[in-house]
């Protein structure tokens, strides 16, 4: 499979705890993005790599909240002292470049009890 | 602010018949545009994508007509199936940033 693949696939916590979500992108993709989906909404943009620099982060991303790509390849998304508000599908995207089709892996959906 | 918008909530269409589902925007700064199907508990699944030096792709069943003066973006679905039930989203990009816009999504139902 040579998919975008996100783990784990749900996760449950309770809030205050953290949580960690790993996206392995397409091999040769070197573009990275996360989105986050609520129900009834489109993606949200919430920051992206090229590689392992993280060129942009969308006001959504709390101090809570941190991203990293080291080596380039996975990605991990962090979310420290989680909120009910932060519940939601926690998506991951890659592209092999600018102005490129984003393909999207199954995404993490995250409930904060 | 919704820079992208998907003004209809839901459609439904027979089988065989024609699809439209538009979307507009706001932001003249979008050059690149995309169609994603969404089933449940899936991703996005990328369907088709037109750049604003065009005004049409087309892909198979699948046409994306881009109208640059009115800011308004449609798929064509032709024919329609009933696997092509699913929501779709718009997404637009812009000329200083690879991050996408997305817009709300359109449920369709294709009926036999």
């Known amino acids: 499979d040579t998919g975008v693949s996100q783990n784990p696939r749900h996760k449950i916590t309770k809030r205050g705890q953290n949580v960690t979500f790993r996206c392995d992108p397409i091999s040769e993709h070197n573009r990275l993005y996360w989105y986050r989906q609520t129900l009834g909404q489109g993606p949200e943009f919430l920051t992206y790599f090229q590689n392992e620099a993280q060129l942009e982060k969308s006001r959504l991303l709390s101090d809570r909240f941190s991203a990293e790509r080291p080596k380039g390849s996975f990605s991990t998304l962090e979310i420290q002292r989680t909120e009910q508000g932060d519940s939601a599908m926690y998506l991951c995207a890659s592209s092999p470049g600018p102005s490129y089709e984003q393909y999207f892996g199954p995404g993490t959906r995250l409930t904060v009890t | 602010d919704q820079q992208v918008k998907q003004n209809s909530p839901s459609l439904s269409v027979q089988e065989g018949r024609i699809s439209i589902l538009n979307c507009d925007y706001t932001?003249?700064?979008?050059?690149?545009f995309l169609w994603y199907k969404k089933y449940p508990a899936e991703g996005p699944t990328f369907l088709i994508s037109?750049?604003?030096?065009?005004d049409k792709n087309e892909d198979g069943r699948f046409t994306v007509f881009l109208n640059k003066s009115a800011k308004h973006l449609s798929l064509h679905i032709v024919p329609s199936q009933p696997g092509d039930s699913a929501v779709y989203f718009c997404?637009?990009?812009?000329?200083?940033?690879?991050?996408?816009?997305f817009g709300t999504g359109t449920r369709l139902q294709v009926f036999p």
């Open positions: 997404a637009a990009s812009g000329y200083n940033t690879d991050k996408l816009i």
């Open positions: 932001n003249s700064m979008f050059d690149y």
């Open positions: 037109i750049s604003s030096i065009k």
